[in-house]
């Protein structure tokens, strides 16, 4: 198994930045990693994800320019640089693991096998 932990989130006003980190533990990260949000009263969407192998990634459009999900070697984590935050990206972020390849890259939840907790990003000002 694969226990996932996000941290990095908090309150940033628009137009700011912030990182968030997903680490693993149990096991090494393989397959892919994937960033999902969910606001309140919302459906759980999708955010990007990256190939742990390739670094190959994937964003979803309300993000594309914004977001980049990247891997960071020194800390073994699956970070999400957040720039230019607009307070529709207020939501719980969770990052998501699967270690089975498939052709392309997942986005659908139902596409990731393990979920971490969650962190909270509120943009406000």
């Known amino acids: 198994q694969v226990q996932l932990v996000e941290s990095g989130g908090g309150l940033v006003q628009p137009g700011g930045s912030l990182r968030l980190s997903c680490a693993a533990s149990?096991?090494?990260?393989?397959?892919?990693v994937g960033w999902f949000r969910q606001a309140p009263g919302l459906e759980r969407e999708f955010v990007a994800t990256?190939?742990?192998?390739?670094?190959?990634?994937y964003y979803g459009d309300s993000v594309k320019g914004r977001f980049t999900i990247f891997k960071d070697n020194a800390k073994n984590t699956v970070d999400l640089q957040m720039n230019s935050l607009k307070p529709e990206d207020t939501a719980v972020y969770y990052c998501?693991?699967?270690?089975?390849?498939?052709?392309?890259?997942?986005?659908?939840?139902?596409?990731?096998?393990?979920w971490g907790q969650g962190t909270e990003v509120t943009v406000s000002s």
């Open positions: 998501a693991h699967r270690s089975r390849l498939i052709a392309g890259l997942p986005a659908g939840e139902r596409d990731y096998d393990y």
């Open positions: 149990g096991r090494t990260f393989s397959g892919y």
């Open positions: 990256i190939r742990w192998t390739t670094r190959s990634t």
